[in-house]
């Protein structure tokens, strides 16, 4: 069974810095793309950053060169987000592609919250 857990929310201040992880576990196929995608209270769900196989990594425009993704060789995927800002604040979710076929899996997200 595939599981996707994220963690690394909490509080934080505006031009704070917190990274997000998301541990993946059951994976027996070959994922393409991993992604943090965020919803905001009252708002639609997201992307934040996509990463490929290959290392590819795409960014909304909003945390160009504030967010950082990475992936490594088990699984995991990372979100580092720095200079934060109160509009970053959301729950955080993490989603993984597999190739074929091309189903999408999901975590339960972890919460960022502006402190201020």
């Known amino acids: 069974q595939v599981q996707l857990v994220e963690s690394g929310g909490g509080l934080v201040q505006p031009g704070g810095s917190l990274r997000l992880s998301c541990d993946t576990s059951?994976?027996?196929?070959?994922?393409?793309?991993m992604a943090w995608y965020r919803e905001a209270p009252g708002k639609q769900r997201d992307l934040v950053a996509s990463?490929?196989?290959?290392?590819?990594a795409t960014y909304v425009d909003s945390v160009k060169g504030r967010f950082f993704i990475s992936r490594d060789k088990r699984n995991t995927v990372y979100l580092q987000m720095n200079t934060l800002k109160s509009e970053d604040t959301a729950m955080y979710y993490c989603?993984?592609?597999?190739?074929?076929?091309?189903?999408?899996?999901w975590g339960k997200g972890t919460l960022v919250t502006d402190s201020s």
């Open positions: 989603k993984i592609t597999r190739v074929r076929p091309s189903v999408s899996y």
């Open positions: 059951g994976i027996t196929f070959s994922i393409n793309t």
């Open positions: 990463i490929t196989s290959g290392g590819v």
